[in-house]
DNA sequence: TCAATCATGTACCAGATGGTACATGCGCCG
DNA sequence: CGGCGCATGTACCATCTGGTACATGATTGA
């Protein structure tokens, strides 16, 4: 791990439990323990910093996605895990999630690479799980859509309440309802 | 209407179109027309412009969502008409929303009063409203969470990819699911 | 008309900000 | 050993920040 990673990965969890828009290069520095010299030595500037922090985020969840799709045949349950694993974090990953995502809502900075990363690759994955399942094109694409934000809405709901117990049935039975809707004729 | 109340509103709109984080007071007040030096007047300090935001932008949606709710019988005609509501107004009203979410999340500034907002009073509302159509206890609690979960991630959705149709197909094809959940023993 | 209250503009403050020039350490390879 | 390049610390810059003191304009009520 050099130590441009070892910044990174503290800037990152720093950001998540005290926020982007709030810090400075400075508060940051003192908080992970080296100085804002540093700082823009490794990432050029507050900009490039905020870019690999993005990126970093992004990978990694993305990582953890595609490592459960690929060692859980069922989808559904798939589906579970990974909620779990996004629930658990919640308190320290939500924040960040969704302050990240209203730069993508407003364009800059970062915006396309936000964009790219709450909009397309998840609701694909999704949708593609259901046609898998045998669904019809029209269907699955409504349907990923309904998971995708049905699973932000809980983790929004888990992160400013911290009720987690009702999120998890709430997320247990919207599976439930899906799996009768896809049984149904 | 006084000079604050039309400070505050621009002050709004301004804030839900460039953020909170990056504005400073003197980029705000060239932004609608003033000096920062009429803000600090009016709200004391930046902290105070701050809440006197959170409160009139709360106000506002509560009272658009009792009022389709006095003039409405049907509960899904009036959840139908105000997902509508806040959608039409999602590219301006969704980033303020989750920007502010997010310090609700991490506590201070405003986080009581903005738990207040995200929290009770919706929820509450929606199971209510489940609860007056028959639904028990248990399962009332439990749509209203994933009704209001939907709803989040749709705006959601809708802010960051701006592709209305496909959350409002999402939306009508949830309330149809609900309906049938209803009336299934 | 005149005072008094509210509203607004100008100018300033101390401190923080992002960024950079420069000097110094440290470790690796010749 | 010597030198060289990456990493780090110190000190500084111009600019911007939130906030305030003070003077002035506008409005209104007696």
Do not use: E, I, Q, Y
């Given at each position: 791990m050099t130590a441009r990673d070892e910044l990174l990965g503290r800037s990152v969890a720093w950001f998540a439990e005290?926020?982007?828009?709030?810090?400075s290069l400075r508060t940051l520095a003192a908080g992970i323990g080296t100085s804002h010299r540093m700082l823009n030595y490794h990432f050029g500037s507050r900009a490039g910093l905020l870019g690999a922090v993005v990126e970093a985020v992004e990978r990694a969840e993305q990582d953890a996605l595609r490592e459960l799709v690929a060692t859980h045949e069922d989808p559904f349950e798939a589906g579970a895990l990974f909620w779990q694993h996004v629930a658990d974090r919640a308190a320290v990953f939500a924040p960040l999630f969704f302050e990240l995502s209203t730069h993508a809502m407003r364009g800059e900075p970062h915006a396309a690479l936000l964009r790219r990363w709450f909009a397309e690759g998840w609701s694909d994955a999704l949708a593609d799980g259901y046609r898998r399942l045998g669904v019809d094109e029209d269907r699955a694409a409504t349907l990923a859509l309904q998971s995708l934000a049905m699973a932000r809405g809980l983790l929004f709901e888990v992160a400013v309440t911290g009720d987690r117990a009702a999120a998890d049935t709430a997320m247990v039975r919207w599976t439930a309802m899906v799996r009768r809707e896809l049984e149904a004729p």
């Open positions: 005290h926020g982007v828009g709030d810090t």
